[in-house]
Nanobody
Framework: QAQLVESGGGLVQPGGSLRLSCAASGSIVSMLAMNWYRQAPGKQRELVASIGIGGSTNYVDSVKGRFTISRDNAKNTVYLQMDSLKPEDTGVYYC?????????WGQGTQVTVSS
């Protein structure tokens, strides 16, 4: 089982920025595809951004051009840089990977975009 610990959430005004971090146990970040999901109140959890083993990235249309996923293999950490934040970006953000034949999730970090 992989341990994933998110941090960096908080309250930010529309148009602001936050950087989320996901610290992983072991050396899995360099070996696995890593994902960021979010869950808004009353909505299903959705995939926001992914980074593959080779560094390829994918984003949900609503965040393209505003969010950037990256990773630091030496620190075993994945990041989500979020710029030009909108109220609809509000939600709990979760780090995820599939390892050990199962989904592995962090505890989540709350992001609130409000004036």
């Amino acid at each position: 089982q992989a341990q994933l610990v998110e941090s960096g959430g908080g309250l930010v005004q529309p148009g602001g920025s936050l950087r989320l971090s996901c610290a992983a146990s072991g050396s899995i970040v360099s070996m696995l595809a890593m994902n960021w999901y979010r869950q808004a109140p009353g909505k299903q959890r959705e995939l926001v951004a992914s980074i593959g083993i080779g560094g390829s990235t994918n984003y949900v249309d609503s965040v393209k051009g505003r969010f950037t996923i990256s990773r630091d293999n030496a620190k075993n950490t994945v990041y989500l840089q979020m710029d030009s934040l909108k109220p609809e970006d509000t939600g709990v953000y979760y780090c995820h990977t599939f390892w050990g034949f199962r989904d592995n999730w962090g505890q989540g970090t709350q992001v609130t975009v409000s004036s």
